[in-house]
T-cell receptor
Framework: GDSVIQMQGQVTLSENDFLFINCTYSTTGYPTLFWYVQYSGEGPQLLLQVTTANNKGSSRGFEATYDKGTTSFHLQKTSVQEIDSAVYYC???????????FGDGTQLVVKP | EAAVTQSPRNKVTVTGGNVTLSCRQTNSHNYMYWYRQDTGHGLRLIHYSYGAGNLQIGDVPDGYKATRTTQEDFFLLLELASPSQTSLYFCASSDTWGQDTQYFGPGTRLLVL
């Protein structure tokens, strides 16, 4: 069935570490893929999105590449900062009916 | 920027209690959504609406009703609250169905004792 998988419940890093958050998806066709970020006490907000397979999206130093071959959309950042501490949600939108599916979220904790 | 507000921000009720969560958006968006967020489950869609008087069922609708009274206002109703409905509830809005960014409110934390 249609789903988004984030295996990492929590990632703990130190400032200036490299960030890699896993995301894989399952569906037919070519969905649009998103990363949302949720800071403490707030609702989720869009971080980046990619509509076309094999394209890369970027925002605020974060990047994600839509890999149709591996059905993945991993989130990366070269050097994280304490202010990046948040929950990150991977999501996909189906082209067939525009339904949006969210992953379970990954809590990023960045220590100073 | 789209503005979505929710009230109350925190609510405590007892099992069997009647709860109404309110959401208002001021960006003239057509679509509004109610999600619940639970550890290990991410965001799950309860109900959504594409306009005043319209209601669509989401993925986890059992135990919830909703009503869209105006384009701005969308309410989530728990008529017989149960402890399993203890959760963080988010309202969101978007201009079109899935075609553009969803803007989320700050959330309502509900505790059912």
């Amino acid at each position: 069935g249609d789903s988004v998988i984030q295996m990492q419940g929590q990632v703990t890093l130190s400032e200036n570490d490299f960030l890699f958050i896993n995301c894989t998806y399952s569906t037919t066709g070519y969905p649009t893929l998103f990363w949302y970020v949720q800071y403490s006490g707030e609702g989720p907000q869009l971080l980046l999105q990619v509509t076309t397979a094999n394209n890369k999206g970027s925002s605020r130093g974060f990047e994600a590449t839509y890999d149709k071959g591996t059905t993945s959309f991993h989130l990366q950042k070269t050097s994280v900062q304490e202010i990046d501490s948040a929950v990150y949600y991977c999501a996909m939108r189906l082209n067939s009916n525009n339904r949006i599916f969210f992953g379970d979220g990954t809590q990023l904790v960045v220590k100073p | 920027e789209a503005a979505v507000t929710q009230s109350p921000r925190n609510k405590v009720t007892v099992t069997g209690g009647n709860v109404t969560l309110s959401c208002r958006q001021t960006n003239s968006h057509n679509y509004m959504y109610w999600y619940r967020q639970d550890t290990g489950h991410g965001l799950r869609l309860i109900h959504y609406s594409y306009g005043a008087g319209n209601l669509q069922i989401g993925d986890v609708p059992d135990g919830y009703k909703a009503t869209r009274t105006t384009q701005e206002d969308f309410f989530l109703l728990l008529e017989l609250a149960s402890p399993s409905q203890t959760s963080l509830y988010f309202c969101a809005s978007s201009d079109t169905w899935g075609q553009d960014t969803q803007y989320f409110g700050p959330g309502t934390r509900l505790l059912v004792l």
